[in-house]
């Protein structure tokens, strides 16, 4: 099993140019360190990516130099992120500037790249202010994710956070109706979606997890009548976002 080219372009690779991506504030979305290598400079770029909240990943050292595709990583490597991520409170002074409730979407644990990329490219076109995924457990801003988006990523902000359930009731707190996109729900037609509004999708395959789900206001469903009992997780994104503008 190898990297592909364009995982590998993600890859900044070796001590000094770690250091000098995160000395210039180039967005990065995980540090890699080989397990147990705290020596020389390592330790101290593990406080500065964790100072910078970016998640710090051990992983084998073997993995690593397949990861590498077998270039001198002396224990250490970052992902890039192909956009800067955004605070959702940037999300809400935009909605506000331009005179809107605000609408974002959640996504639980979303992994699979092509479906976050399409979700920000329908998010563009219906408005939505921003779109908002975990620090971990969930695909991040990878160059994958830019080129499905057609684009799409550099208009349409993606915040990062380290809980979305704690998320979820800050926004519950601030005057948003949670509607949740999972199975034995209000058909997604038949819902009220005025207000400030924050959409959940639930991750490929296993739906909403269970604390989110019990988090939302409401659970909206897309009637199924063929033999599949379930969308593609952007597909079902595209078709509620389009109905929660229509309803705007």
């Known amino acids: 099993m190898t990297e592909t080219n364009e995982s590998r372009q993600e890859l900044i690779i070796g001590r000094n140019a770690v250091a000098e991506a995160l000395r210039s504030g180039r967005a990065i979305d995980t540090l890699l360190v080989a397990k147990g290598d705290r020596s020389g400079s390592i330790g101290k770029l593990i406080a500065q990516a964790r100072e910078r909240e970016i998640v710090v990943k051990e992983i084998d050292r073997r993995k690593l130099d397949l990861t590498c595709g077998g270039e001198n990583h002396q224990g250490i490597a970052a992902r890039a992120a192909a956009h800067s991520y955004a605070e959702i409170s940037d999300m809400l002074a935009a909605a506000q500037a331009r005179g809107e409730a605000p609408f974002l979407v959640l996504c639980d644990e979303l992994e699979d790249p092509h479906n976050?990329?399409?979700?920000?490219?329908?998010?563009?076109?219906c408005?939505?202010?921003?779109?908002?995924?975990?620090?971990?457990?969930?695909?991040?801003?990878?160059?994958?994710?830019g080129k499905v988006s057609a684009g799409a990523i550099e208009y349409v902000p993606v915040a990062r956070v380290s809980n979305l359930a704690q998320t979820i009731d800050a926004l519950k707190a601030d005057g948003f109706w949670i509607y949740g996109a999972d199975m034995n729900g209000t058909r997604w037609d038949r819902q009220d979606y005025s207000g400030k509004v924050a959409l959940v999708i639930g991750a490929e395959g296993k739906g909403l997890s269970r604390l989110v789900r019990e988090k939302c206001d409401f659970i909206v469903s897309l009637p199924m009548k063929g033999k599949i009992n379930s969308l593609n997780a952007s597909v079902a994104a595209g078709i509620l976002m389009y109905e929660i503008a229509k309803n705007r």
Do not use: E, N, Q
Not at 116 to 125: E, S, V
Not at 133 to 145: D, E, N, Q
């Open 116 to 125: 976050l990329g399409a979700i920000l490219r329908t998010a563009d076109a």
């Open 127 to 145: 408005g939505v202010h921003g779109v908002i995924i975990p620090k971990r457990r969930g695909v991040s801003l990878t160059y994958a994710v």
